[in-house]
T-cell receptor, first 114, second 114 residues
């Protein structure tokens, strides 16, 4: 069984400040890990993914995430927040088994203050 | 553009009515997934197809739900005798090849059951 926990359903940062969105996972097999972003009334857009290559993964829009097996974490960071980063962010895990269906966390809403 | 279109984008129906949603991925003969997202939650897996074969269904997919993918191209999701608890965003995603490939999501169909 797989599960994802996102700590903090709401995170608020000032424009230009560091963004840190936390994700911890549970998986019985080596996981694939993903971060998606969702803007209001839209589908999900992939930010980045970890599929067992480099543990530090760089994505779009200046985001990156580090896979830490010992901590079962895959936290998302961005050095400097922009107003356009305000959205809902979802961490997801796929268990490399037939089907590859994604198990999502509950999401974190990022608010960026001017 | 994620290469996945969904129609309709919004559907309002009365309890007890049947509804059908359609998903059109840009490419054929690959994997296609359906997820459901309720307000304030992450998406939850419903079912997936490999080409035209429906290979797995979540226990969330009650007998009132049926999905098809004739000829391995577009897919439909039908809900019979809708209930207020069916109100959600229904998301479709495509995956083109290897298990490490990204799932690309459509914009979703928002269902409101009155």
């Amino acid at each position: 069984a797989q599960s994802v926990t996102q700590l903090g359903s709401h995170v608020s940062v000032s424009e230009g400040a560091l963004v840190l969105l936390r994700c911890n996972y549970s998986s019985s097999v080596p996981p694939y890990l993903f971060w998606y972003v969702q803007y209001p009334n839209q589908g999900l857009q992939l930010l980045l993914k970890y599929t067992s290559a480099a543990t530090l993964v760089k994505g779009i829009n200046g985001f990156e995430a580090e896979f830490k097996k010992s901590e079962t974490s895959f936290h998302l960071t961005k050095p400097s927040a922009h107003m356009s980063d305000a959205a809902e962010y979802f961490c997801a895990v796929s268990g490399r088994r037939a089907g590859n269906m994604l198990t999502f966390g509950g999401g974190t809403r990022l608010m960026v203050k001017p | 553009d994620t290469g996945v279109s969904q129609n309709p984008r919004h559907k309002i129906t009365k309890r007890g009515q049947n509804v059908t949603f359609r998903c059109d991925p840009i490419s054929e003969h690959n994997r296609l997934y359906w997820y459901r997202q309720t307000l304030g939650q992450g998406p939850e897996f419903l079912t997936y197809f490999q080409n035209e074969a429906q290979l797995e269904k979540s226990r969330l997919l009650s007998d009132r739900f049926s999905a098809e993918r004739p000829k391995g191209s577009f897919s439909t999701l039908e809900i019979q005798r809708t209930e207020q608890g069916d109100s959600a965003m229904y998301l479709c995603a495509r995956q083109d090849g290897a298990s490490t490939d990204t799932q690309y999501f459509g914009p979703g169909t928002r269902l409101t059951v009155l």
